[in-house]
Nanobody, 115 residues
Framework: QVQFVESGGGLVQPGGSLKLSCAAS????????MGWYRQAPGKQREWVAT???????NYADSVKGRFAISRDNAKNILYLQIDSLRPEDTAVYYC?????????WGQGTQVTVSS
């Protein structure tokens, strides 16, 4: 079973940036589409972005133009560059395959946007 460990979150001011990382293990990383997801307080987890095996990217409308997903298949790492952060981006961010595997959710990394 594939496992993920997310990192890179933190407390940032509105307009700031972060780069999240997701280390994957347990399955050939390069063979699957990968995604970032997030769960804000009191809300359901939602999809943020996807990158296919071939590198095609898709984003939720709420993050388009501000977030950038990328992958390093040699290192089995997924990234999410997040810029122009807004308070509504506050959430725990998770990575998973796309579509997500129910049994593969990690602990996530907390992103808090506040002045």
């Amino acid at each position: 079973q594939v496992q993920f460990v997310e990192s890179g979150g933190g407390l940032v001011q509105p307009g700031g940036s972060l780069k999240l990382s997701c280390a994957a293990s347990g399955r050939p990383f390069s063979t699957v589409a990968m995604g970032w997801y997030r769960q804000a307080p009191g809300k359901q987890r939602e999809w943020v972005a996807t990158i296919t095996r071939g590198g095609s990217r898709n984003y939720a409308d709420s993050v388009k133009g501000r977030f950038a997903i990328s992958r390093d298949n040699a290192k089995n790492i997924l990234y999410l560059q997040i810029d122009s952060l807004r308070p509504e981006d506050t959430a725990v961010y998770y990575c998973n395959i796309a579509p997500p595997s129910r049994g593969s959710w990690g602990q996530g990394t907390q992103v808090t946007v506040s002045s």
